[in-house]
Nanobody
Framework: QVQLVETGGGLVQPGDSLRLSCAAS????????MGWFRQAPGKEREFVAA????????HYSDSVEGRFTISRDSAKNTVYLQMNSLKPEDTAVYYC????????????????????WGQGTRVTVSS
């Protein structure tokens, strides 16, 4: 099993920056990728960003490309999401997720490919 704990959410103003962290523990040796999804009130959960754990390749949704950066610290089993130029439409609960090599899913943009999820951290962008 793998446990994921997110930190770093909060209330910020438009244009501000925020960094989310997600620490993984447990059977992390089988990590294939980690990612972030978000869910705004009344909307479906959507893909934000993902990173392939071993080679570091990254993927972003069009809505955050150029503003958000996903990175990882392999020694700490931690993934980060640096969010710059935040907009009110970025308001959501952000979920950290992990895809192990045992997962049958191949599409990193699909939530069904991930087999472990954190509890979520709330980000509110408002003036």
């Amino acid at each position: 099993q793998v446990q994921l704990v997110e930190t770093g959410g909060g209330l910020v103003q438009p244009g501000d920056s925020l960094r989310l962290s997600c620490a993984a523990s447990g059977r992390t040796f089988s990590t294939n990728a980690m990612g972030w999804f978000r869910q705004a009130p009344g909307k479906e959960r959507e893909f934000v960003a993902a990173i392939l754990w071993n080679i570091g390749n990254t993927h972003y949704s069009d809505s955050v490309e150029g503003r958000f950066t996903i990175s990882r610290d392999s020694a700490k089993n931690t993934v980060y999401l640096q969010m710059n130029s935040l907009k009110p439409e970025d308001t959501a609960v952000y979920y950290c997720t992990l895809k192990s090599f045992g997962s049958s899913g191949m599409n990193l943009l699909s939530s069904s490919s991930y087999n472990y999820w954190g509890q979520g951290t709330r980000v509110t962008v408002s003036s």
